[in-house]
């Protein structure tokens, strides 16, 4: 079954960086794009990256661009997400996500930035 395991958040200041880590089973990895999503308390979930199956085409919400990175390493089923230059509103629970004929949802990983 699809499992997806996100790792790496934590507790930053503001302008500092930190890189989550999504370690992906259960499906054929390198077929698929995979993005991440975040979510703020009291707020929806929404997209912020997603890269294609080959890596080559990335796209990012407009709140992050220039600041967030998404990669994969297909070898090793894992998609990172290197976040700098982070602000307060970066603040959310960061989530992996890929679909294979439906959604499927990492159980997430906390991301505080706060002086």
């Known amino acids: 079954q699809v499992q997806l395991v996100e790792s790496g958040g934590g507790l930053v200041q503001p302008g500092g960086s930190l890189r989550l880590s999504c370690a992906a089973s259960g499906f054929t990895f390198s077929s698929y794009a995979m993005s991440w999503y975040r979510q703020a308390p009291g707020k929806e979930r929404e997209l912020v990256a997603t890269?294609?199956?080959?890596?080559?085409?990335?796209t990012y919400a407009d709140s992050v661009k220039g600041r967030f990175t998404i990669s994969r390493e297909n070898p090793k089923n894992t998609v990172y997400l290197q976040m700098t230059q982070l602000k307060p509103d970066d603040t959310a629970v960061y989530y992996c996500?890929?679909?294979?004929?439906?959604?499927?949802w990492g159980q997430g990983t906390q991301v505080s930035v706060s002086s």
């Open positions: 996500n890929v679909r294979v004929g439906r959604n499927f």
């Open positions: 890269i294609f199956s080959s890596g080559s085409i990335t």
